[in-house]
């Protein structure tokens, strides 16, 4: 349970007791409770925190309440409602059964002798609630409850409440509406302030256009365009679609849906008594065949042929219209304007680089992404119209965030689990457990997530649940970064096997996997037809990729022709060459430009003065002083990523590994070898190799997960290390002996992230940081253990390295350098926290990213450039627009 739950069940605890999340919608999530006073078991509807400032929570309630006393054998009632620790609710009772919608989902289409009682039951509550003065305004089979054989409906008066709420007309203004627009009627779609009962009747019969023929009678891409078909198009004939509905049945949701309310169905009460008849509406001709025909004409053509005369003005009109349309066309319109410009993401100074690392919202509004403003990763959001981003609350350690396809969610993950939460904030809500490595998720309109981790692809519903397996990689491979494709029966993905990506896809029916034969990573699919990849971009360096368009085939699922190119110079990671890019579905684009990081080599006393070393700016990361102090083994990935040698008395720099995935060096106490991490394939080695580059390379451990030395106890015989549990992704902490047999210990493994280990100089004491508390702080425990252990930081803390000496541990918190004096003998007595210095220095939350210098006097740092600190995200809008589509040759 997270906290924001576990607040919100303590507010309520005498009243209602919070059990688990069954789904979540537009205005509010729904979780199942149990009535304290009633035993009973109750559904909990808690808006959305956004919708309560916008609507103002207090008049919100007041108009709730008018709904209280609609009583009927089809209407879910109101049993309570409030505001409980900042967040309003509403109380119903919990209907043991499935809602129309998932039922809907998983049969297409209804029988249509229940489909018309459905409707009937549906009907009558609307005509009792009319009658009472209440309009529902948002019927849906989302909104449709089914029972032991009826049909209930939900949320009665919550969009009237909405509308006439404090907030009502602005909530408008921000781009939310009250309704769904594939049941909206035209007036209500059009923003009419008074709305009537017959906007009711209009989406009853769209529910029942879709319970007989499995679809809307209006659809498409974008809210816009919905809204577009409903005000100039007409359904297609039920009956046409599905032989077996009977013309009456279809004349009368056909005139359920006409465009003007003067041409519905009077009340919802005829509605319902025209369904108990249907035959007495067939159409009149004298035969059978003539009536089918004249149902299957669209209802202004049928109103023309009985009455041509009182057309003819809209028939004038209409051919106008034509006639400005095919000038239109004729003059050659040309498509919006290619737009290239730059976000300043400030805060936070930089996006991180875990994982996938930007979202575009899926209709081309805003970004997420993961940015650290130097007290740990956390989602932010930055809406195009809004000059700075707004960080979401609770979402410390995020990775990889993907958006909702209606984009008022975000998925993302963090602590080993997959988490959701509203676009504006609230409750953090668990999907699932991960295992392993978190590779990204994607999100579809069957509230269907895929996501990869360490077994493969995996599926779970959005509301939660276990996770099934999709596809399992063949060994040596890892599946990452998936996205659906349109319909949500397949998602794109790339498999990453011997240090390269390649695009591949998979069905959700047969699980069956599509290998194709070109190098790609992290894949989105674009409505225009083209996917959009990141490839490796060899002038860039390995911090780099570049972005390209593949025209795709989604139903055939194949390429249609070579890549386009779109960008070059593109963030990426650093071995997995993922591209740092978020893709609205129209092709919106955003991504971070350059090299991960440029720095150089400094110098810093414990003052702050800073001294330069002369190596840089550069990729740099992890420099390590040697035992004598005359050499620095550094991380440099320029182009690939090795391990080097810097000696600043000469400022001669030589190379040492040539893996070309090295990192995260580590000296030996004698100073003649030096420890790194290196990848090999989709594995994580620590290796060994001579300092002076003689010798073979020795593999000191090997593992699936992310592992890197940490330190060496004084006599050099055992390591200490980090790495990730297999089962559960947490981060853990362990040592080896180095003798023949090298078998792993385990320190610290348990239900927190545990990382950045550190030993004092008699080895009798690790450093390292834990995510216990809810946030990354340092501590102190006996090495090997048993023992207690002590909190060192406070207010967060990373990166923790020992004096010398031994009788100070420092520590990274945020941009600032941090010491705290020590007594460690026998016994451990830690002091008070004392800043030393900040600045714009290059930090790593799971590894220390500068050294002590051996006289304890002064720091080895990276000193990062303006463009580092200053990263920019690069948006792209109407690439697609101004570029051929697919197989044509003009802009799409």
């Known amino acids: 349970m997270t906290d924001a739950v576990a607040r919100l069940s303590a507010a309520l605890a005498d009243r209602y007791r919070i059990e688990r999340e069954l789904g979540a919608g537009g205005m509010a999530t729904v979780y199942l409770a149990h009535d304290v006073r009633h035993d009973r078991k109750v559904a909990l509807k808690v808006l959305r925190p956004e919708l309560s400032a916008i609507l103002g929570g207090e008049r919100f309630l007041t108009e709730i309440k008018t709904t209280a006393n609609l009583q009927h054998p089809h209407i879910l009632s109101l049993f309570d409602s409030g505001e409980a620790d900042g967040l309003v609710y509403y109380v119903m009772p919990f209907v043991e059964g499935e809602s129309l919608r998932q039922r809907l989902n998983r049969e297409k289409q209804l029988p249509v002798e229940e489909a018309v009682r459905i409707a009937r039951d549906v009907a009558s509550a609307l005509d009792y609630a009319h009658r009472q003065g209440v309009v529902h305004r948002d019927i849906k089979p989302e909104n449709v409850l089914l029972h032991e054989g009826r049909a209930l409906v939900a949320d009665f008066g919550i969009a009237l409440a909405a509308s006439r709420s404090d907030g009502g007309t602005r909530l408008t203004e921000t781009g939310m509406s009250l309704g769904t627009p594939h049941y909206m009627a035209p007036e209500q779609a059009m923003g009419e302030r008074e709305i009537t009962p017959k906007a009711d009747i209009y989406a009853l019969g769209c529910v029942t256009y879709e319970m007989l023929t499995g679809e809307p009678p209006f659809t498409g891409p974008t809210a816009q365009a919905i809204v577009a078909r409903v005000m100039t198009e007409q359904p297609r004939s039920v009956t046409l679609q599905r032989h077996t509905v009977p013309p009456g049945v279809d004349a009368i949701v056909r005139k359920a849906l006409e465009k003007l309310p003067a041409d519905r169905w009077a009340t ?439 592992q890197y030395g940490g330190a060496f106890t004084p006599d050099g015989r055992t390591l200490v290390y980090r790495d990730a549990d297999p089962r559960t992704g947490k981060r853990r902490i362990g040592y080896v002996r180095l003798d023949s047999a090298r078998t792993p210990h385990l320190v610290v493994s348990d239900a927190f992230n545990n990382d950045t280990p550190t030993l004092s100089p008699d080895g009798r004491w690790m450093a390292y940081v834990s995510d216990e508390s809810g946030r990354p702080e340092v501590y102190v425990r006996p090495f090997p253990g048993p023992g207690g252990r002590w909190q060192i930081s406070s207010g967060g803390g990373s990166e923790p390295r020992w004096s010398p000496t031994g009788r100070e541990i420092f520590f990274r918190s ?79």
């Open 268 to 706: 919802a009460r005829d509605f319902e008594a025209a369904l108990d008849k249907p035959d007495a509406h067939a159409p009149g001709r004298p035969d059978a065949q003539a009536s089918r025909d004249e149902v299957a004409l669209p209802a202004w053509r049928r109103r023309w042929l009985r009455s041509p005369a009182r057309l003819l003005p809209w028939a004038l009109a209409l051919i106008a219209l034509l006639f400005l349309v095919r000038e239109r066309l004729r003059s050659g319109s040309p498509p919006p304007p290619l737009a290239r410009f730059k976000l300043a993401l400030t805060p936070p100074p930089h996006v991180s680089l875990t994982g996938q690392a930007v979202a575009f919202a899926p209709d081309g509004t805003g970004i997420v992404y993961v940015g650290n403003a130097g007290s740990g990763d956390q989602l932010y959001v930055r809406s195009l119209d809004r000059l700075e981003a707004v960080p979401v609350p609770g979402t410390a350690g995020a990775e990889s965030p993907f958006f909702s396809p209606a984009g008022t969610d975000v998925a993302f993950y963090a602590g080993g689990k997959l988490l959701k939460v509203g676009i504006g904030g609230g409750l953090i809500l668990p999907v699932c457990d991960v295992v392993g490595v978190f590779k990204g998720g994607t999100w579809s309109e069957n509230a269907t997530i895929v996501f990869a981790d360490d077994r493969g692809l995996m599926r779970v519903g959005a509301a939660g649940g276990a996770p099934a397996l999709l596809a399992a990689p063949d060994p040596g491979e890892t599946f990452r970064w998936p996205d659906f494709l349109p319909g949500g029966r397949a998602v794109l993905f790339s498999i990453f096997r011997q240090g390269a990506d390649r695009l591949a896809a998979a069905t959700l029916a047969s699980r069956a996997v599509r290998r194709f034969d070109l190098q790609a990573a992290n894949p989105h699919w674009v409505r225009s037809g083209y996917v959009v990849a990141s490839l490796l971009d060899p002038g860039g360096g390995l911090g780099s990729s570049r972005l390209a368009a593949l025209p795709f085939d989604p139903s055939g699922l194949r390429p249609l022709g070579p890549a386009i190119p779109l960008a070059d110079s593109v963030l990426a990671g650093l071995t997995s060459r993922t591209a740092k890019l978020g893709i609205s579905r129209d092709g919106a684009m955003a991504y971070a430009s350059g090299l991960r990081e440029r720095g150089s080599l400094v110098s810093v006393a414990r003052d702050g003065t800073v001294r330069p070393l002369g190596l840089g700016p550069r990729g740099l990361d992890s420099p390590r002083a040697s035992p004598d102090g005359r050499r620095i083994a550094v991380w440099i990935y320029d182009a690939f990523a090795d391990i080097w040698l810097f000696e600043p008395a000469t400022r001669r720099l030589t190379r040492l590994t040539t893996d070309r995935t090295a990192a995260r060096p580590l000296w030996t106490p004698d100073g003649k070898r030096i420890v790194y991490q290196r990848v090999a394939g989709s594995v994580y080695e620590l290796a060994s190799v001579a300092a002076d580059g003689s010798g073979t390379v020795d593999t000191v451990l090997a593992g699936e997960g992310d």
């Open 814 to 892: 945020g941009t600032a350098m941090m010491a705290v004096a020590v007594q460690a003998g026998a016994s451990f007595v830690p002091g008070e926290p004392l800043q030393l210095f900040q600045g714009s220095y290059a930090t790593d939350l799971n590894y220390p990213d500068y050294d002590v210098a051996r006289d304890g006097r002064s720091f080895l740092m990276v000193s990062l450039d303006e463009q580092t600190v200053n990263q920019p995200i690069t948006v792209v809008l109407n690439w697609f627009a101004n570029h051929a589509a697919p197989g044509g040759t003009g802009p799409r």
